[in-house]
């Protein structure tokens, strides 16, 4: 494509953008905008305010709105969420774990209280001791990795067929990752 080589030039033409070949204050060779500036400045700008956007908290206005929008957009909130990759989908689930304590201590109340319910009391202590086994041995995994790794109800607990067990032999130590890919399939069918 051919550019007009000055911004006077540019106006002239009613082009949108110009090429002079000079490198600007930051040192890009790179297209400027008639009505702006070097094209690259620009995205880097955009970048830098991006990064402190998303850095401030929410207003409850903002936050209304992002409800707002999901509640007409499910479909596509959701399809864009699972194509995102699992790397992003785990920074973004540590940060919204940071960001609200509260909520997580009461999901994790409700797990064990599920868990309490799934177990059958004809149990044995020794079998209890196995399942904090796999537990531990997920601790340890993750921290011997660096990839988390969970402990995965083969059969899950609370399902619209049968109803998992809370007991040694349902139980089994994989990552997060597999496991998250597991609960979309569940919810997809
Ligand atoms: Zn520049």
Known sequence: MDYPNNRAEA???GAKFYFTGI???R???ALRKTKGSCTEC???D???DNEK???KPKSEAAK???RRYYERNKEVVKARSNARPIEEKRTHRNKHKQENPELYKAL???RKRRHRDATPRWITAEQKLDMRKLYLHAQKLTAMTGERYVVDHIVPLISPEVCGLHVPWNLRVITQDENLKKSNKLLDT
């Open 11 to 13: 106006k002239a033409t």
């Open 23 to 25: 490198a600007c204050s």
């Open 27 to 29: 040192g890009h060779i």
């Open 42 to 44: 620009m995205k880097e």
């Open 46 to 48: 955009w970048k830098i």
């Open 53 to 55: 956007r998303k850095e």
């Open 64 to 66: 209304e709105a992002g």
């Open 108 to 110: 994790t109340s409700v």
